[in-house]
């Protein structure tokens, strides 16, 4: 066991010591409620566990390693320690990965849940301003920051496959352009919601550098086109796209998504309002990819509520890593608690006091009737309804209507006092 470490000073130690120091101080610390594995600058590595009124950090230089794989292992050896389910274990360099493809420090965060030990902790991965790499990077981990916009498009160079959608090439670059502005401006309406949140960094650098544009391929459900910028144009048909995509696919068992997502937009008008997340079969790189499809509603939305449902759904995108169904156990249904917090959280932020308040009316009845409501649209009065609307700008009464549910379920998060609580809850509702 070797000595602690200053704050200030990191400590250099070999892998081997690390991991063994990592799990025996989160044995002997048995009140930490959250605990941090920190890339920092220069290569070091950060622990904190923080207990009631106490926070301890240790910081460490790894001689012998990456410094990003050395984080990915402690996730292994705290698994059994604090414990960790399959789920939050194996998710973990998957959300590491992502957050330092964007050129940023990836802070893994763990937290003790409530109730009885022995539950798996919850997990996420916060992304913090500095740069991760150095000369100990392996070549896995020795990614560049991105450069550019993954939205950049030359229409005069496009791709055969993408060309043959199309009539003639004007039709095409004129299309296009519509999909590419529909897309900059959802994407601009998420940049303005994320600014200033700490916890929507992560989702703001996934949409930012990881999101290309894509085309649906007609006819064809669940097929599309990606056009990342930067790659030389491709002259194989579409017929040919689609044979060699058959062939690269495995004919069973789960299939990792591609590092980069898609953006989908929709140019025709529709009373669809909604971005939504589903995956699909990216015919460009032969793999299956997430998609996020952005509408383009008849009657728009705010653009604080574009930005919000946008963040949303490109945190699904995010914990998604496998083209098939997810099994719906109990972890499924906690990160989709925790996806429900997220979006809690930018309600808060962007909302404020009113959007607060409008929680605090549907805990207040909630408590009054010992039961979910029967009514629960008739809970916030006139007054609380303008507030609500003139928080995010103005809105018609189908989008309010979207915000006050969100604040009903937020309320009963907090009359259950307890996130698995609230993940049974989730899954009860669904049936």
């Known amino acids: 066991m070797t000595s602690g470490a200053s704050a200030a000073e990191p400590r250099v130690v070999t892998e081997r010591q690390f991991l063994d120091e990592l799990a025996s101080v989160t044995r002997e610390r048995v009140a930490t409620q959250f605990l941090y594995l920190m890339a920092q600058e220069g290569a070091v590595v950060g ?6 009124g106490v926070d301890h950090l240790r910081r460490y230089r790894v001689r012998d390693a990456c410094p990003h794989c050395v984080v990915l292992a402690a996730v292994v050896t705290l698994a059994p320690v604090l414990p960790l389910d399959g789920l939050r274990a194996g998710r973990a360099r998957p959300q590491y990965e992502t957050v330092l493809r964007t ?6 965060a763990f937290a003790r849940p409530p109730g009885p030990p022995g539950a798996s902790w919850l997990g996420d991965c916060h992304a913090v301003d500095g740069d991760p790499h150095s000369d100990a990077d392996c070549p896995r981990h020795a990614v560049p920051a991105p450069t550019g916009d993954p939205l950049a498009l030359r229409p005069g160079s496009l791709p055969r496959a993408v060309r043959e959608l199309y009539p003639h090439d004007g ?24 600014s200033g949140i700490r916890e929507a960094a992560a989702t703001w650098a996934f949409l930012r550098n990881s999101c290309v544009l894509g085309v649906p391929v007609p006819g064809a459900n669940g097929l599309v086109l990606t056009l990342p910028p930067g790659r030389p144009p491709d002259d194989r048909p579409l017929g040919e796209l689609h044979e060699a995509t058959v062939r690269a696919l495995p004919s069973g068992g789960p299939v990792p998504y591609q590092e980069l997502a898609c953006l989908l937009p929709e140019p025709a008008s529709t009373t669809q309002r909604l971005p939504t997340y589903a995956g699909a079969v990216d015919l460009t790189a032969a793999a299956p990819v997430r998609t996020l499809r952005l509408p383009t509603p008849r009657r728009p939305l705010s653009t604080t509520g ?3 449902l946008l963040l949303y759904e490109a945190r699904h995108a995010m914990g998604r890593h496998v083209a098939s169904a997810p099994v719906r156990d109990s972890a499924y249904w906690d990160s989709e608690a ?7 959280t930018l309600l808060e932020r962007v909302a ?3 959007y607060q308040e409008a929680v605090a009316a549907y805990l207040q009845a909630l408590r ?3 039961d979910l409501l029967a009514r629960p649209h008739k809970v916030l009065d006139r007054r609380r309804r303008k507030a609500l609307s003139l928080a995010f700008g103005g809105l018609d009464d189908e989008e309010l209507h979207l915000w006050a549910s969100v604040a ?10 307890d996130l698995q609580a609230f993940a049974a809850h989730l899954r009860h509702q669904a049936g």
């Open 47 to 52: 622990v904190q566990w923080e207990q009631p």
């Open 103 to 108: 050129g940023r420090l990836p802070h893994l």
């Open 171 to 194: 039709a095409a670059t004129a299309d296009l352009a519509r999909r590419l502005r529909i897309a900059q401006d959802w994407r601009a309406d998420a940049q303005a919601v994320a």
């Open 306 to 308: 574009r930005g919000v």
């Open 338 to 344: 925790a996806l429900n917090v997220f979006e809690f």
């Open 352 to 354: 404020g006091r009113h």
């Open 368 to 370: 009054r009737e010992g």
């Open 408 to 417: 009903y379920r937020n309320a009963i998060l907090e009359l259950l006092g």
